[in-house]
């Protein structure tokens, strides 16, 4: 034992008294281990976060269906879902029906018709240039701020308006903000695996880094043993004197992690979407969790350096590197992603969020990653040997490479394991957005629709008229929907009939977004016939105008329940299919629509059940949609105003995709990092040489290409082996959640690309040490 | 006694003749100095009083066609010769250490008292190293041995120098 | 002697940093002339030559090859001058390890731009007169330290250069292989005519020169004795 702490400590004696040599290499190595450190603090402050947004909006929350009245101290309030470019701004509409009404977290007054209060984020987004076609969405009388306490996070758009026009069917009356309304909402399989699949690809390159860190100047390290056991250490007290240099440097390693994570901590909460933003103060790693990553870090670091010891024999008159010449085996280390792969197989077996389910999953995809950063130095290693001469500056590098890829390998395995899993993640990702969007819906006419669910008498006319006059909007038109229900004995036969359906009316040019119409003519109507929907007879009778639950009790109580019309399905009605890719296409089924043009209502005047008002949009106005949600929300700040191409993905899985981004630079920085570090350290061990290259005459050209080409190639081996890994487990991924499968050529490209960039770029930065490097003081004599 | 230890060794190898022992000295030891004949013919004399030769009379030969043997005697003086160290040269009293500590006490500058018998040393050795390189084995012993030796002389001058220069400075200061 | 010398430099003076390094510092070196640059660690000897090689420029004073001032050249064209007309032998650490010996020594001509084949051929030529062909397959961490030190003087003469500088050439080595290094070295450089410049600090060495000139705290001291 006394043995062992005096070894240690003249391993940490010896890493600091190196001069300055030995400085840099601590502090390398320490800045490795702490970008590591720092990054998985962050992971492991995610937790708290999500708790503590989870629970301010369960202190907001509003429970429905709850029956009160009117009066004790009540409130209504509907929710209301707006955007503003790809921002999703929720907001809550407040009618208090007495003065001591509840107030929501944050707020401190009552509402009177038309105030609204604001979250600090959409007040500066409102004041800004940017938010011209936000202004006046929610009126202008701004009242108020919400507190901190009101809030989930910082960055999030939200707000509260009063009103007067809610009532019972619109809007939930309320006692009290929070309590448990909120059922515990288990994620779906497919955020789940979404989730599962992100934190994999996101620490497993911490790992590799900081094992990769831990070997920075580890050959002038190996030399410094050397003159230790020269003078009497035996092997045992080598290994503990380098456990106790890379103690050293871990410790150090875990001080700048902890300075980073403070740093990381005041920022990060800007860096993420406005909607899954944070207080710093929620920001705190789960306790159990660091305290796992200050003990595992350092006694994996000494691991690594130990296992990296074996590959040496450190003898007093110099360092022999062990199996240099042996052929590296490919068979073991396929075992690790093959492995990885039959564990992965519920992905395309079936999903379920059983927990050995997903334990499967992580240690597949953990297996799998990992057998990338296994196969490659294989790979790079075959691939060199059977690489041709060619130009000088090649030849140098590609005998580098030969004679020891180890180092260079080190440094891109991480790469390639980022990339492959980003490119998996993004696979995913883009499935699951192609999965929430109707794709391929026809925007030649109209490029954006207006949905108010609550209808009314007269409601088609007032959006068409109100809509026409926003900024932006070239034409609108209106499809009204009302509830037909069976009358009389034709519909007695039961069928999709027997419940009623919707029909929809509009002109051509309208119902042309509701399905696919060869021709159409005013006077026309059509039945729409999802897959197995049964067609309603010709000739059967419906009364128009009710509600949905309609039938003969609450009948009385509608709206406009005087206003039935009775009508029957004329015989000319043509059978059509729904619009091509629209929502349902996907979800099939469903029952029969009705649409009519509106001479086939022979002017019967009847109250919507639903008012889409379809709205042509200026090309040349570039805020001309959000112009058309802030006129939609005067009229009506409930009605969801859209546009009718989805944009790709739904608003959640930008906010995903937008953390995915913040990831994948964070690990490309600190890959480019750590590839820099590998760039210099080579350039310095190799500093004589470089000197004695340009004492003869060697251009600086041939030079920086051999640095280059060193660089590059086992980096395009390391990218084509994760682009592959990648596809294959981003197809995997794919099936799991059955979207359609595809190649996300986009995806990999700028992946991929940003990878190269970030290794030329890193390269580059090392470009300017090779010219100081080969400066002619390099050639006096050490 | 060298020339007769050196002779007696000769012998050694078979009994010869007092020119062809002269021939084969010549040839191996007198790079720069042959041996005189009359020195030969006086050596053999005294090796021969002192019974460490015998001679093997020719018949019909004159004093000139004498061949030389060497005794049991001889064979066991040649041995006991090799068997004893040499006593290493002191060079106490070189021209050299001389020259130095006149130098410094008489002020005159010990860099050019170097410089020049470098330059005089070099020249020495240039042409022994022309010699060594174009010639045979024993040329190359040879040549090494002396080169090793001039060597060593301007290695003494150069450090003598440096260390004039620090007492130089010691005195000065 | 009477011809003009090949490279001159003339009152060099460097200094690096507040050390002086150079200090009116001459010498010259003929066609076909063997220099010794001789002088105690430190004096600046290694400094000279990297000057009087286009390496490094002196802050003051002028160095002419063949008429033409290095100091005044660009960097490019120095580099392109030690490539083609300068040969460079260095004590160790200065043949790439991961190249054979063979390439090592054909590497200066492939950077002159001759193709890989000829190189190689050249190379081998050059390495059976260092005889050390036996060692032309294998890396430079595979040979002894003399064959080494052999590969790299086939190394500074394959490209037929008009002066090769040698740093200590044989400072790393024993007697015996030190000694063979220079006898073949001289004796390679004469047969092409190239002119060595030579810095050492042991005289056995020295003796291989046809000239010596010392250096002592940055100046030629023999230089001035000669005239």
């Known amino acids: 034992m006394r043995r062992w702490l005096t070894d240690l400590s003249l391993g940490v004696r010896l890493s600091v008294g190196g001069g300055r040599s030995g400085w840099a290499r601590l502090a390398l190595i320490a800045d490795g281990v702490g970008l590591g450190v720092t990054m998985l603090l962050v992971a492991a402050s995610i937790p708290p976060v999500l708790d503590a947004r989870t629970d301010r909006a369960a202190a907001r929350s509003v429970e429905s269906g709850q029956t009160l009245t009117p009066g004790a101290p009540t409130l209504l309030t509907a929710e209301v879902r707006s955007v503003f470019h790809d921002a999703a701004i929720n907001g809550r509409l407040l009618q208090p029906e007495s003065d001591d009404a509840p107030l929501p977290p944050g707020v401190t007054r009552q509402l009177a018709p038309g105030d609204v209060v604001l979250s600090p984020a959409l007040e500066r987004l409102l ?49 009290s903000f929070g309590g448990a309304t909120t059922p515990e909402e288990g994620l779906s399989p497919v955020l789940m695996l979404l989730a599962l699949v992100g934190i994999v690809v996101l620490l497993l390159p911490v790992a590799i880094f900081v094992s990769t860190a831990v070997r920075f100047g580890s050959e002038s390290r190996d030399r410094r043993l050397a003159a230790v056991r020269l003078v009497g250490a035996d092997v045992g007290a080598t290994r503990r004197i380098a456990a106790g240099e890379t103690l050293a440097a871990a410790v150090l390693g875990l001080a700048v992690g902890g300075l980073l994570y403070l740093a990381v901590r005041q920022t990060a909460g800007y860096l993420v979407p406005g909607n899954l933003s944070f207080y710093p103060a929620d920001f705190r790693p789960v306790p159990a969790l660091a305290a796992l990553v200050v003990v595992l870090v350092p006694v994996t670091t000494v691991l690594v350096t130990l296992s990296a010891l074996r590959q040496v024999l450190v003898e007093p008159l110099g360092v022999v590197r062990r199996g240099s010449e042996r052929r590296r085996r490919l068979w073991w280390r396929l075992v690790f992603p093959v492995l990885g792969l039959v564990l992965l197989h519920p992905l395309v077996t079936g999903l379920d969020d059983a927990l050995g389910t997903q334990v499967m999953i992580v240690a597949g995809l ?53 990339v492959a899993g980003l490119i998996a993640l993004q696979g995913l990702v883009g499935a699951i957005g192609a999965l929430t969007a109707g794709s391929q819906a026809d925007t030649s006419t109209y490029q954006a629709s207006v949905l108010d669910i609550s209808g009314g008498a007269g409601a088609d006319e007032v959006w068409a008229r109100e809509l026409a006059q926003a900024r932006g909007v070239t034409a609108v038109g209106t499809l009204t929907s009302v509830w037909a229900a069976p009358d009389g004995p034709s519909g007695g036969s039961g069928g999709a009939d027997d419940e009623g359906l919707l029909i929809d009316s509009g002109t051509c040019e309208v119902l042309a977004q509701e399905a696919q119409l060869d021709s159409c003519a005013d006077g026309d109507v059509f039945v729409v016939l999802p897959d197995g929907a049964t067609a309603p007879a010709p000739g059967s009778e419906f009364l128009l105008g009710g509600s949905r639950q309609g039938g003969s009790d609450d009948g009385g109580d509608g709206a406009g329940a005087g206003a039935l019309a009775p009508w029957t399905l004329p015989a000319s009605a043509k059978e059509v299919a729904p619009p091509e890719g629209g929502v349902t296409a996907l979800n099939g089924g469903g029952p029969p ?86 760039v210099v350290e080579q350039l310095r061990e190799r500093r004589r040489l470089l000197a004695v290259l340009v004492a003869f005459g060697t251009r600086q050209r041939t030079l920086s290409g051999s640095v280059l080409f060193q660089v590059a190639i086992p980096v395009v081996l390391g990218l084509a082996l994760a682009v592959v890994t990648g596809s294959v487990l981003a197809l995997a991924l794919q099936v799991a959640v059955q979207a359609p499968l595809r190649f996300d050529w986009v995806g990999v490209g700028t992946t991929s690309g940003a990878a190269a960039l970030v290794v030329l770029l890193t390269t580059a930065a090392g470009l300017p040490l090779l010219w100081r490097l080969t400066r002619p003081e390099g050639l006096r004599s050490e | ?52 030769v015998e001679v093997e009379a020719e018949p019909g030969a004159g004093p000139e066609r004498k061949k030389y043997a060497i005794t049991q005697a001889g064979v066991s003086d040649v041995a006991a010769w090799l068997a004893q160290p040499e006593k290493p040269e002191p060079y106490l009293q070189s021209t050299l250490y001389t020259k130095v500590v006149l130098a410094l006490l008489t002020g005159h500058d010990a860099d050019d008292l170097l410089d020049t018998q470098r330059a005089e040393h070099l020249r020495l050795m240039r042409d022994l190293t022309r010699r060594r390189d174009t010639g045979d084995l024993a040329d190359q012993l040879i040549c090494d041995h002396a080169l090793f030796h001039l060597e060593a002389d301007l290695r003494w001058l150069e450090v003598t120098a440096a260390r004039v220069q620090q007492l130089a400075a010691q005195v000065r200061g | 002697m009477a011809d003009e010398p090949l490279l001159i430099a003339e009152n060099l003076q460097l200094s690096f940093g507040s050390t002086t390094a150079l200090e009116h510092a001459t010498a010259e070196v003929h066609a076909g002339e063997v220099l010794a640059l001789m002088g105690p660690s430190g004096s600046g000897k290694s400094t000279l030559l990297h000057c009087m090689a286009g390496i490094l420029l002196p802050d003051a004073g002028r160095v002419t090859y063949a008429g033409r001032d290095l100091t005044a050249m660009h960097d490019d064209e120095r580099s392109a001058l030690r490539r083609t007309e300068f040969g460079f032998v260095f004590q160790f650490g200065q043949l790439v390890p991961e190249l054979t010996c063979l390439e090592n020594v054909a590497l200066p001509l492939r950077l002159g731009g001759a193709s890989r084949r000829a190189a190689l051929r050249s190379a081998e030529a050059w390495l059976e007169r260092l005889e050390v062909s036996d060692v032309a397959g294998k890396r430079p961490g595979q040979a002894s330290g003399g064959q080494g030190q052999r590969v790299a003087v086939a190394r500074a003469l394959v490209t037929r250069p008009k002066v090769v500088f040698a740093d200590e050439p044989t400072g790393a080595l024993d007697t015996v292989n030190g000694d063979r290094v220079m006898q073949l070295f001289v004796a390679a450089a004469r047969d092409t005519g190239a002119a060595v410049v030579l810095v050492t600090h042991e005289p056995r060495v020295a003796a291989h020169s046809d000239r010596e000139a010392v250096v002592r705290d940055g100046r030629v001291r023999q230089q001035e004795l000669v005239r």
């Open chain 1, 593 to 678: 629509r009705i649409l009519v043009t509106p001479g086939a209502l022979d002017g019967a005047s009847l109250e919507p059940m639903s008012v889409t008002t379809y709205v042509a949009l200026d090309p040349a106005e570039p805020d001309a949609l959000d112009h058309l949600r802030t006129a939609a929300a005067q009229v009506d700040p409930v009605a969801y105003a859209s546009p009718i191409e989805q944009r790709g993905i739904s608003a959640a899985l930008g906010g995903i995709r937008q953390v995915l981004l913040v990831g994948t630079v964070a690990l490309l920085v600190m890959i480019g990092a750590s590839m820099l570090v590998n």
């Open chain 1, 127 to 175: 004041a800004s240039d940017d938010g011209a076609a936000l202004r006046g969405r929610w009126g202008d009388r701004v009242v108020g701020t919400i507190g901190a306490e009101g809030l989930a996070g910082a960055g999030e758009l939200t707000f509260y308006l009063g009103t007067d026009r809610l009532t019972d069917e619109t809007a939930n009356r309320i006692q």
């Open chain 1, 366 to 418: 953990v297996l799998l990653l990992t057998g990338v950063a296994l196969v490659l130095p294989w790979l790079v290693e075959a691939t060199v040997r059977r690489l041709g001469p060619g130009g000088v500056a090649w030849d140098l590098a590609v005998r580098r490479l030969q004679l020891d890829s180890d180092t260079a390998v080190r440094a891109v395995s991480g790469i390639a394991v980022s």
């Open chain 2, 1 to 52: 006694m060298t020339v007769g230890h050196a002779l007696l060794g000769l012998l050694e190898g078979g009994p010869a003749h007092g020119y062809d022992l002269k021939r084969s000295y010549d040839e191996r030891f007198g790079q720069d100095r042959p041996l005189a004949y009359g020195q030969v013919y006086s050596t053999l004399a005294r090796l021969l009083k002192n019974g460490l």
